[in-house]
């Protein structure tokens, strides 16, 4: 079976690309190093979103029920849906109900999660993804290579390239302002034709019962308030108790996503504008199960950042399709095998677990001990290679047995200098396609020491 | 009760036993009361971080065993440290002896410093050096702040190579990135694997070092494997061998 390492691979091969890509995300992840440390309260911050978050999600059954409340005391429709085809059917409910063929969406994670597009488009409704970055991956055919940068893995060139193709831009052309206006006018048109805009949620407030959703584009703002129905979907980890709190998030989102102080809109949306209609589809699909587990728990923390992508040196180095799954990177590698353990069982070994994504994290979930948790859980589930479980097990009783262990040394220190390099570092030996193995002392530490207390 | 109890990690006792004998010597030089208790062989890293929680059990309760009764244990690596402190708990907490053997195991430039209160280090290392942060050491341990992190900047591992006579500690464009070893994560995706280390020896090069030095033999074992390969004239050295002729106090 193809799991990350297979995946990678070309990715790799292609050295001045993945070069390329690894530099432009650590572009980013310095504006976000920037930021952060122009704030002398950067680490209270994330305890603080941290004890937030950890405290939402104790009860968020309760909020969710006041977010409900206040939401339809606003005049907002609230929709609940246990799973990907659920939220699917709510939002082709709305619109078949009211005849509309034309939908505009803004950035949604959970919408690609639930493969909400090619659902609409099979019962014949267009839908435009209106953020530049996720209408240039739809126009290919992709899904986002990440979740913040949808198009990083894309260059200019070759943006360019596709829009002469679809949108009749000049051959050639690769001037990001150029191509931006190109698209903006073919956005501006899709924006004013829709009879509906669909938008994510960043965060949906308790205790006002409206939506907020942070955007560069501005894209959100006229997707929802141009057409007269505005659906807003979240996942049900969206919610935080007070609008207070959102000064805490607020000022660590774009600081931790893109290293801009705030970003360009923070919408809030608090109801349907005059004459038209507002629904909120809150969707469960597995989130609760995560929620139940003690381990796991917390990686529902996540605002969806993208930073422990773009600090992820497997992630820069192997692109967001290496991954295989929605949401790539650190977080979609714990959150993905929840979904299909089989299927994702590489995912969490997809890393050296080196722990920059849980310091990066602005909400503190820590990714790569849950990394490590779900290596045991794959290992004892049976889901990955019997093999090494095997291997493991024999150095294990070698290990447990001091003479079995100096023996075994010994004879490695003695047989490796002995066996030609062709036996050596053929292609059984993946440590040595590229580096070579360390040169065999014929001492021990042990020896060495005998022979130190006798000087 | 014996103060430390040494602890070289398996492979520092196969392979890069200079390594094992130089923390000996930096300990013993120090006046240290030190024993290396033979019957040790390995922490059960590698199995815990393969996911194999059951292979990597016997060898933590053994590890008690035969650590258990020394006032501190060192080790001259920050993976192995991290793996005693952060990593035993769901085996052997509760257990007699576990709360005290798991407060008082620590990587040996941390030992030096927090523990032994080492201030100064005088000796000799002429060359152009840069630091690879091992990212257990960094990020579990806490050895200096790591670069994500936005709190009062500290750095054990500097803080003594710096003083020695000669030594030029280069700036690095990426401070503390990962070298890609990572245990079974340099086999199973040797492709990433490599290519992070690759990067990591480009920029100590693009930095003028002429020695990588390091608290973990695992990534240095990684980087020298990748530098020899390709004919470089860079060298790996542990910061047990650069201190090993200091007079420490
Ligand atoms: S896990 Fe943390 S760093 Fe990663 S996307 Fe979520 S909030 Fe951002």
């Known amino acids: 079976m193809t799991g990350h390492p297979e995946r990678a691979l070309p990715f790799v091969l292609d050295q001045p690309r993945a070069h390329w890509h690894d530099e432009s995300l650590w572009f980013v992840r310095q504006k976000r190093d920037r930021q952060a440390s122009a704030l002398p309260e950067w680490e209270e911050l994330r305890n603080a979103a941290h004890a937030i978050k950890s405290h939402t999600m104790s009860r968020l059954a309760d909020y969710l029920a006041l977010f409900e409340s206040n939401a339809v005391a606003n005049g907002i429709q609230v929709h609940w849906a246990r799973d990907a085809n659920e939220h699917n059917e709510i939002v082709y409910g709305i619109l078949a109900e009211r005849g509309v063929t034309r939908l505009v969406k803004s950035k949604s994670m959970l919408t690609e999660e639930c493969h909400l597009n090619p659902y609409l488009e099979a019962r014949g409704v267009e839908v435009t993804d209106t953020d530049l970055g996720e209408r240039i991956v739809q126009l290919r055919k992709e899904p986002p290579s990440h979740i913040v940068l949808p198009a990083i893995h894309l260059k200019r060139q070759d943006i360019g390239a596709l829009f002469h193709d679809q949108l009749g831009t000049e051959a050639g052309a690769a001037d990001p302002a150029y191509l931006t206006e190109a698209a903006r006018g073919h956005l501006r048109d899709k924006l004013l034709n829709a009879g509906a805009g669909l938008t994510g949620v960043n965060f949906a407030v308790a205790e006002t019962g409206g939506v907020v959703v942070c955007t560069n584009e501005g894209n959100a703002d006229m997707g929802a308030s141009l057409p007269p129905i505005h659906i807003a979907c979240m996942g049900l980890e969206k919610i935080v108790p007070r609008l207070a709190d959102l000064a805490v998030f607020v000022r660590l989102l774009a600081r931790s996503a893109t290293g801009q102080p705030v970003t360009a809109y923070t919408s809030h949306f608090n109801g349907p504008r005059a004459g038209g209609e507002m629904h909120v589809v809150i969707v469960d699909n597995g989130r609760s199960k995560i929620l139940a587990e003690e381990t796991f728990r917390r990686s529902l923390n996540c605002i969806r950042c993208g930073a422990c992508l773009n600090t992820c040196p497997v992630y820069r180095r192997s692109g967001g399709y290496s991954y295989g799954y929605t949401i790539p990177g650190p977080i979609g590698s714990v959150l993905a095998p929840h979904r299909d353990p089989a299927a994702h069982a590489s995912l969490p070994f997809a890393s050296s677990l080196c722990g920059s994504c849980s310091d990066v994290c602005p909400v503190k979930v820590d990714l790569h001990h849950q990394l490590l948790a779900f290596r045991e859980r794959l290992v004892k589930e049976g889901k990955t290679s019997s093999a090494k479980s095997l291997a493991m097990s024999v150095m294990s009783t070698v290990f447990q047995r001091p003479w079995m262990y100096g023996a075994g040394g010994w004879l490695m220190r003695r047989v490796v200098p002995l066996m030609p390099r062709f036996v050596l570092y053929g292609p059984w030996n993946p440590w040595g396609l590229q580096r070579e193995l360390p040169p065999m002392p014929s001492e021990s530490f042990r020896d060495l020491l005998e022979k130190e207390e006798t000087r | ?249």
Not at chain 2, 86 to 111: I, M, R, V
Request: charged share 25%; aromatic share 8%; with cysteine.
């Open chain 2, 1 to 249: 009760m014996t103060q430390i109890g040494l602890f070289i990690p398996c492979y520092v006792d196969q392979l890069y036993p200079r390594v094992g004998l130089a923390t000996w010597r930096i300990l013993r030089g120090l006046g240290l009361d030190v024993e290396y208790p033979k019957s040790q062989t390995c922490c059960g890293q590698p199995m815990a971080n393969s996911g194999c929680g059951d292979a990597a059990r016997p060898l933590a309760e053994r590890f008690l065993d035969v650590f258990g009764k020394y006032k501190h244990v060192v080790t001259p690596s920050g993976s192995c440290a991290s793996m005693v402190r952060n990593h035993y708990d769901q085996w052997l907490a509760g257990k007699p002896g576990f709360d005290h053997l798991k407060s008082n195991t620590f990587e040996l430039c941390e030992y030096l410093v927090d523990i032994v209160g080492v201030t100064r280090a005088d000796g000799d290392f002429p060359g152009r050096v840069g630091i690879h942060m091992s990212c257990h050491g960094l990020r579990e341990l806490r050895m200096a702040r790591s670069s994500e992190r936005m709190d009062a900047p500290f750095d054990k591992v500097r803080g003594l190579l710096a003083q020695l006579r000669g030594i030029e500690l280069v700036t690095l464009s990426r401070p503390d990135e990962c070298c890609g070893f990572g245990g079974t994560f340099a086999v199973a995706e040797q492709a990433v694997s490599c290519m992070m280390g690759r990067d990591r020896i480009a920029d100590h090069e693009r930095a003028g070092a002429q020695v990588i030095a390091g608290f973990d033999m695992s990534c240095l074992m990684h980087l020298e494997g990748l530098i020899r390969r390709e004919g470089k004239p860079l060298k790996v050295a542990h910061v047990a061998e650069m201190l090993e002729g200091a007079r420490l106090s």
